[in-house]
């Protein structure tokens, strides 16, 4: 009996002996350093195969190999941590057990898309189109003036078209709430007009003094004059693509298209850009001063030198000009 007693002690001991080594193999490979070399993002599809996400962890190098990747995945289920779908951010050479932490966090990795005031839609599709973060292909151009500018924030797996669809919904609730503002001095009859001359006065402008540039042209409008803006025949030529600051040459500005306001009474027939909310609420509440003509340098970056008369206007720009 004393043999046997013997032999089912030492029995014990060394199965203790063995899960002792097994557990502490477990942790040391859970949370010793990864040979994940630069932090980066990392997308989990497919949380509920386990199989599927210890292989995105191999071929990472966060996991030394597909059956320990599994079997750590299963033990932080157990413990509470399941792994959740989307993208996260990884630190460098995180731990197999930190990276579960982490996704299992639901703290997906959020991703910012700008669209700057003045950006025209032409020039908002190929940053669409250039940004790795953003899915799918633009299955609808948008018209122009149709974007609200503005940083929209979106996680994977948002597509190009979503942010579209974003950036149209943000415009007609803008616009929606700006036309209860509008103040008498803005004759314009509908939230379109509004946006076509937003567009023009956003371009126009080198940021400030909104409201008088919206003045100016309104005040050209109700005297049945030419807009004469410059923006207005770049986009006539360029259709929005316009690279670089290239001067206007007379034979551009005989350029003959219904966007040319050198040549065309009234508003051209649709928006040049996408206008920002100040360019907007500048419409909507111009400043009338009675200046009819503007000249601004864009090499000084001064503030823009208006007119009431043509006589004026030829001083100013010979000032800025000598």
């Known amino acids: 009996m004393s043999k046997y007693h013997n032999l089912g002690i030492w029995t014990v001991i060394i199965g203790s002996i063995v899960s002792i080594f097994i557990t502490f ?26 199989n599927d996400s210890a292989e995105i962890f191999v071929s990472r190098g966060i996991s030394p190999n597909l059956f ?12 509470g941590h399941c792994l959740k779908f989307g993208e996260y951010h990884l630190p460098e050479n995180v731990s197999l057990w930190r990276a579960i932490c982490i996704i299992s966090s639901g703290k997906r990795v959020i991703h910012k898309f700008c669209i700057s ?12 189109n250039k940004n790795k973060h953003l899915q799918g292909s633009i299955t609808e151009i948008p018209k122009e003036g149709s974007l609200l500018p503005a940083t929209y924030h979106f996680n994977y797996p948002t597509t190009r078209q979503e942010i579209i669809k974003k950036a149209q919904s943000a415009m007609q609730r803008f616009i929606k709430n ?7 001095e ?7 007009e509004v946006l076509i001359l937003a567009s023009i006065v956003e371009l126009e402008s080198p940021g400030i003094q909104l409201p008088e540039i919206a003045g100016m042209y309104l005040l050209r409008l109700s005297k ?14 360029y ?7 290239n001067k206007l040459s007379f034979k551009d500005l005989q350029y003959d298209d219904p966007y040319n306001t050198y040549l065309h009474t009234n508003l051209p027939p649709a928006p040049i850009s996408n206008p920002g909310k100040a360019a907007i609420m500048a419409t909507l509440q ?9 000249y601004y340098d864009m090499k000084t970056m001064s503030k823009p030198a208006f007119a009431k008369t043509f006589e004026e206007h030829k001083k100013n720009i010979a000032k800025f000009k000598k």
Not at 25 to 35: E, Q, T
Not at 286 to 294: E, Y
């Open 224 to 237: 049945k004059m030419k807009l004469q803006s410059c923006p207005t025949v770049f986009y006539a030529i």
């Open 117 to 128: 005031e003045g950006m025209t839609v032409a020039s908002t599709i190929e940053k669409l």
């Open 286 to 294: 111009p400043k009338i001063t009675g200046a009819l003509f503007m």
């Open 186 to 192: 803005c004759f314009l009859k509908t939230p379109n």
């Open 25 to 50: 193999s477990i942790v040391y490979v859970s949370l010793r350093p990864s040979h994940f070399d630069e932090a980066s993002d990392i997308v989990i599809q497919h949380p509920n195969d386990s």
């Open 178 to 184: 700006a036309w209860q503002k509008k103040s008498k």
């Open 68 to 79: 320990i990747g599994k079997l750590i995945i299963k033990i932080a289920k157990m413990a």
């Open 239 to 245: 259709k929005g693509l316009r690279k670089g600051h």
